[in-house]
Each structure stands twice: as structure tokens, then as C-alpha cells.
């Protein structure tokens, strides 16, 4: 069974930066892609950032700029680095890994992330 589990997230002052990360296991993850998504208190889940197997990216509009993603096959873990945090950027986070466009997780606990103005 897939698992996933989030960490990283905190409180932090507009401006600031935050480094997320998502460990997989119980999945070839080298060969996965990997997603963040974000849920904010009464919005739908939104997709933030991609990174697939080759390494090519690709994020929301509202993050470009100021958040990357990365992956470390050898720890089974991607990471997303957000920088210059505004307060709409507070949500719960997620990441979620695919296979062939294919789920392979239920969502886990995520993190949260709260940006003061």
C-alpha cells in the first residue's frame, strides 16, 4: 500500500519561506510522478506544482516564480520550496504520486501551512 506523509509545514510572516516535504513508500517512486496540491478553509483542492519521473515541472499560475519542486529519488521524497509567502498561500498541503495518470494514494494527513500579514 502506497503511503504518503507530509511535513514542513508551519507558521511564517508574509515574505517568508518554507520548505515542504513528501515521503513515499510502498511505491517505485523513481518511476512515479509527483504532485503538491493545496486545500484552503472552504475551497476545493488545487493543484500547485508537478514534477514528473524525468524531472520536468510545471506549476499553478498563482505559484510560478515563487515555488519549486524538486525530487530526491534516492530518499523517496519530493519537496517543494515556497518562497515569498503571501497570505493566500495558507492551506492545508498535499502531495499525491501517479503512475501512467493514475492515483496511486489516498490523500494523507497533509500540512499545514499559515501565513501572517
Known amino acids: 500500500q502506497v503511503q504518503l506523509v507530509e511535513s514542513g509545514g508551519g507558521l511564517v510572516q508574509a515574505g517568508g519561506s518554507l520548505r515542504l516535504s513528501c515521503v513515499v513508500s510502498g511505491s517505485t517512486f523513481s518511476i512515479n510522478d509527483m504532485t503538491w496540491h493545496r486545500q484552503a478553509p472552504g475551497k476545493q483542492r488545487e493543484l500547485v506544482a508537478y514534477?514528473?519521473?524525468?524531472?520536468?515541472?510545471n506549476y499553478a499560475d498563482s505559484v510560478k516564480g515563487r515555488f519549486t519542486i524538486s525530487r530526491d529519488n534516492a530518499k523517496n521524497t519530493v519537496y517543494l520550496q515556497m518562497n515569498s509567502l503571501k497570505p493566500e498561500d495558507a492551506a492545508v498541503y498535499y502531495c499525491?504520486?501517479?503512475?501512467?495518470?493514475?492515483?496511486?494514494?489516498?490523500w494523507g494527513q497533509g500540512t499545514q501551512v499559515t501565513v501572517s500579514s
Open positions: 499525491n504520486t501517479w503512475q501512467f495518470g493514475l492515483q496511486l494514494s489516498d
Open positions: 514534477i514528473g519521473r524525468g524531472g520536468t515541472t
